[in-house]
């Protein structure tokens, strides 16, 4: 069974940063995958932030968080990150990992790769404020 676990959010000031992590179990990341990172606000709808290849590390970020944010993988840890700098408060929102299931590859094509139902497995999300 597949879990994703994560952790990290909080409470920042404007410019400030934050590491989120995504522990997977039941899911390798040294396999070919696509996992990513996608963030909610009250309100609105989710939202696709970055994603990666687990096969060969190749990265995408949406527009807004381009150049601010990184995602990463530990393999050793079977875990995916997200690193967050320079934080505004329009990136206030919950936070979930997000994982999709074998021989899928959502991350890897264009108009799919931030579409929530490409992905099967879920975390419950970390919260992260950004205080202006």
């Known amino acids: 069974r597949v879990q994703l676990v994560e952790s990290g959010g909080g409470s920042v000031q404007a410019g400030g940063s934050l590491r989120l992590s995504c522990a997977a179990s039941?899911?390798?990341?040294?396999?070919?995958?696509?996992m990513g990172w996608f963030r909610q606000a009250p309100g609105k709808e989710r939202e696709g932030v970055a994603v990666?290849?687990?096969?060969?590390?190749?990265?995408n970020y949406a527009d807004s968080v381009k150049g601010r944010f990184t995602i990463s993988q530990d393999n050793a840890k079977n875990t995916v990150y997200l690193q967050m700098n320079s934080l505004k408060p329009e990136d206030t929102a919950m936070y979930y990992c997000?994982?999709?299931?074998?021989?899928?590859?959502?991350?890897?094509?264009?108009?799919?790769?931030?579409?929530?139902?490409?992905?099967?497995?879920w975390g419950k999300g970390t919260q992260v404020t950004v205080a202006s």
């Open positions: 990666i290849y687990t096969g060969g590390s190749t990265t």
């Open positions: 997000a994982a999709a299931s074998f021989g899928n590859f959502p991350c890897l094509w264009g108009g799919r790769r931030y579409v929530p139902t490409e992905y099967n497995y």
């Open positions: 039941g899911y390798t990341t040294k396999s070919h995958g696509c």
